[in-house]
């Protein structure tokens, strides 16, 4: 069978070679949750780009999206963040910070267009792009109800729109499909949130949006004394304000009225475990860290940039021609240049040209320094068809920092994520302080290898490697 | 319109091949008998051959996830070429069913024993250089060929007739490899299982 499903998936791909005259013509479109949108406006490669209409997508999720005539600008908001986009112009920025688009936004015929991969990140959309038909797809993982103004990926509660709230004095009741009413939220003032409920709560699946933790609560609403509070002030959603160093604050809201939802959002410094226990009428969220190592001001860490391979070892080849040790070294150096920036860290390379270093060597460069964090720069090889990111680690201690660089390392380059993974490669073993190793796609498959020799696709990887190491020193400081 | 016939005939040639393969599941060799029937991906071989043995070999799967133990039927033609033979099986993948061969590009120059040692001198071209995980497993399967054999009792991988600290890279060549550096009561180490939080 799976013979026959390789001849037929290589059949498509002849097909697709000749389509005008044998594949009908279907126009590249964009769906929406499955639904197609913005016809007349297809997405469109240009310089390997993929471009999108930015405002039915914006439009679709509750975005409002302002040009005004005569200007090079669009301004994209939610109420709760704002993206300011300037055509011609590759970078944007998100609520005041700047941002590399990797492509510029450009119109025609009145119609705005961004990089794909910008939307998806920047609107919290998960997407996905079918070579075959050339077509995107959208899905609003937030919710299912698109409608409901539910945009905003990345601060987790945007009900601004006011739908909601009707403020008229008297208290607004409890909608009739609420099984459970959230009374109050309490901190224990180190670790412990909890939710005081009255009813039968069963939360959703916590998920994490950046260093924030979401945890939706459906057939739920907030007492009528919150909703009454709420209205009042005029807000959308109240907050605690716990002020730890680990966690800044709580905030919750009635989120969504199909159906009625509360969500909670947990605004952590940085992605830490926590454990869940329900019981009658509380909700305990415990997380781990109580405090975060105090932040010295003083304090250097010594980073080591590993730049796998180099001189007579070339590493894999790429389909591209080239060789992995040029895209080791590539993003090595791009990283030791943001962390040089930084006035905590002091960068080393284990090589800054293409010279071949020891594997033993390399870790015994890092130990005699007493370097802080160890990361290793690889690229894959296998066969033609295997896509994606590993983060390796060997020992215990270098667990955590596994996490965290994977998740950054797959946000920058947006290929599969093939898992956080244990070996015992020398550089990561024979190391004395948290090492990963990192595979940061596949040489062997077109896709990957063409992403990873693109260098604005180098300069995002070196930047989420940076914000990985930054993240984890923030959370457990050095060794 | 010249395309189009071209296409024409693809499409014809695939479904026949198609067809063809349908049904035609190859079978494992058994053991060390039919010589007669070559194993998946082999050339027919010529009538009257010396003894035939069966050996096992280490392919990877679509994922490369872990290795998959394969049997295919060899025939030295002296006692001492079985090693080599053994070796030169790793190269054997069957992509259609989703295996996958670890050192199909590689050099296999000198397979010899001597003594209990096992000698294998590799060359290794640019595409025969894998990843980290697949330089693992490549070198996980060549071990585990080697160690069928009872009387082998370790495995001395050399580069281009030189020891090296590496083959790939990422892993430590150890000089040898002795028995026993992959148990077999370990199964085979799957990057899956590797996952396991410590
Ligand atoms: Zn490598």
């Known amino acids: 069978m799976k013979r026959i499903v390789a001849l037929l998936s290589l059949l498509f791909a002849l097909i697709a070679l000749y389509p005008a005259e044998s594949h009908a013509a279907e126009p590249p479109s964009l769906y929406m949750n499955g639904e197609r949108i913005a016809e007349g406006a297809s997405p469109r490669v240009v310089n390997n780009f993929t471009m999108v209409p930015i405002r039915v997508i914006a439009e679709d999720i509750g975005y409002t999206v302002d040009w005004t005539a005569g200007t090079d600008q669009v301004r994209i908001s939610n109420g709760g963040s704002l993206i300011e986009l300037t055509f011609d112009k590759d970078t944007a920025l998100v609520d005041g910070r700047e941002l590399k688009l990797g492509a510029a936004a450009f119109v025609d015929k009145g119609v705005t267009y961004v990089p794909l991969r910008f939307v998806g990140e920047q609107l919290g959309l998960q997407v996905y792009w079918d070579s075959y038909s050339k077509s995107v797809f959208l899905y609003n993982p937030q919710s299912a109800n698109p409608d409901e103004g539910d945009a905003d990926g990345d601060e987790g509660i945007g009900t601004e729109d006011g739908e909601v709230k009707e403020p008229g004095g008297e208290m607004p009741a409890v909608p009739e499909d609420a099984l459970a009413v959230v009374k109050e939220i309490q901190f224990d003032g180190a670790r412990r949130v909890t939710v005081l409920f009255e009813g039968s709560m069963t939360p959703n699946e916590p998920f994490w949006s950046g260093t924030k933790l979401v945890i939706d609560m459906p057939y739920a609403s907030l007492s009528p004394e919150i909703m009454a509070d709420l209205a009042a002030r005029k807000a959308s959603q109240a907050e605690l304000i716990t002020d730890t160093r680990a966690l800044e604050r709580v905030r919750y809201s009635y989120y969504s009225s199909h159906p009625s939802t509360v969500r909670v959002v947990f605004d952590l410094k940085v992605r830490q475990d926590y454990e869940i226990t329900l019981e009658e009428g509380a909700l305990h969220v415990d997380f781990v860290l109580e405090e975060l190592p105090a932040a010295d001001p003083n304090k250097k860490y010594k980073v080591v940039i590993d730049a796998g391979h180099g001189g007579e070892d070339p590493g894999a080849p790429s389909v591209t021609g080239d060789w992995e040790k040029t895209f080791n070294l590539a993003v090595a150096r791009k990283v030791y240049k943001l962390l040089e920036q930084d006035s905590q860290i002091t960068p080393y390379m284990t090589r800054s040209d293409d010279t071949y270093i020891g594997l033993y060597e390399r870790a015994g460069y890092a130990n005699d320094l007493g370097a802080d964090l160890f990361i290793s720069i690889h690229a894959n090889r296998y066969t033609s068809s295997v896509s994606g990111v590993e983060t390796y680690y060997n020992r215990a201690e270098s667990l955590k920092l596994a996490e965290v660089l994977h998740r950054h390392l797959v946000k920058a380059t947006g290929l599969p994520d093939r898992n956080v993974r244990k070996a015992s490669f020398v550089v990561i073993r024979e190391t004395k302080m948290p090492a990963v190793l990192l595979e940061c796609g596949y040489l062997s498959n077109e896709k990957d290898a063409k992403l990873l020799f693109t260098e604005s696709v180098q300069d995002r990887i070196a930047e989420e490697i940076v914000a990985g190491i930054k993240e984890y020193l923030t959370a457990y400081g050095g060794k | ?198």
């Open chain 2, 1 to 198: 319109m010249r395309k189009m016939s071209g296409l024409t005939a693809l499409l014809v040639a695939m479904l026949l091949i198609a067809s063809c393969g349908k049904g035609t599941e190859p079978a494992l060799p058994g053991n060390g008998a039919d010589t007669n029937t070559p194993a998946a991906g082999q050339n027919d071989e010529p009538e009257t051959k010396p003894e035939s043995v069966t050996v096992k070999y280490y392919v990877s799967d679509e994922e490369m996830n872990s290795l998959i133990e394969k049997q295919t039927t060899i025939e030295p033609a002296e006692p001492g070429e079985v090693y080599r033979l053994a070796i030169e099986a790793l190269k054997q993948e069957d992509e259609a069913a989703g295996e996958f061969s670890l050192w199909k590009n590689a050099i296999f120059r000198q397979v010899e024993l001597d003594g209990g040692v096992l000698t294998v001198d590799i060359s290794l071209p640019g595409e025969a250089r894998l990843g980290s995980m697949g330089e693992s497993l490549a070198l996980e399967a060549i071990a585990r060929s080697a160690f069928q054999f009872d009387e082998v009792e370790a495995l001395e991988i050399l580069v281009d007739g030189e020891q090296v600290e590496s083959l790939m890279g990422h892993e430590e060549l150890l000089h040898p490899i002795e028995r026993g550096a992959y148990p077999d009561d370990l199964n085979f180490r799957t990057a899956q299982a590797m996952q396991d939080e410590p």
